[in-house]
């Protein structure tokens, strides 16, 4: 064999890629088409699911729409709450904090006198 020889090309194979050629022929490509699309992993996937995933998509619109709504529906009505807290029945609201914490409430237990160790007071109950 002259070294001519060695360096020819093989044309029937020249339009298939190196994998097919190394995994068995020029309809390798064509069945690995047929095993995405029978186990689900592929980009060939049939007319009908690319159809599904338009629709489906769309549904995705419907479905972001109405959350943002939602989220929008919400947040208005925790600001017709501040406004209402706030602005509206402001004067209720401080009348009964008033009335809870500025009463008067007497002692009417007088309390001992507390004495040291050695016998002298050091706090002593004074009536008032």
Same mark, same amino acid.
């Given at each position: %064999?002259?070294?001519?020889?060695? $360096?020819?090309?093989?044309?029937? #194979?020249? +339009?298939?890629? %190196?994998? *097919?050629? #190394?995994?068995?022929?020029?309809? *390798?490509?064509?069945? *690995?088409?047929?095993?995405?699309? @029978?186990?689900?992993? +592929?980009?060939?996937?049939? /007319?009908?699911?690319?159809?599904?995933?338009?629709?489906?998509?769309?549904?995705?619109?419907? /479905?972001?729409?109405?959350?943002? %709504? $939602?989220?929008? $529906?919400?947040?208005? +009505?925790?600001?017709?709450? *501040?406004?209402?807290?706030? @602005?509206?029945?402001?004067?209720?609201?401080? &009348?009964?904090? &008033?009335?809870?914490?500025?009463?008067?409430?007497?002692?009417?237990?007088?309390?001992?006198?507390?004495? &040291?160790?050695?016998?002298?007071? $050091?706090?002593?109950?004074?009536?008032?």
């Amino acid at each position: %064999m002259t070294r001519s020889e060695n $360096l020819q090309l093989d044309l029937s #194979r020249l +339009g298939t890629p %190196m994998r *097919a050629q #190394r995994e068995g022929g020029a309809h *390798a490509p064509a069945r *690995a088409r047929e095993k995405r699309r @029978w186990f689900g992993a +592929g980009t060939d996937a049939p /007319r009908e699911s690319r159809v599904k995933s338009r629709a489906h998509a769309v549904n995705l619109k419907a /479905r972001l729409y109405l959350v943002l %709504m $939602l989220l929008a $529906l919400g947040s208005a +009505g925790l600001i017709v709450r *501040a406004v209402d807290l706030q @602005w509206v029945r402001k004067d209720f609201y401080q &009348d009964q904090g &008033d009335q809870r914490y500025t009463r008067e409430i007497p002692i009417e237990v007088p309390r001992g006198t507390i004495f &040291d160790r050695n016998g002298e007071p $050091l706090a002593v109950s004074t009536p008032v």
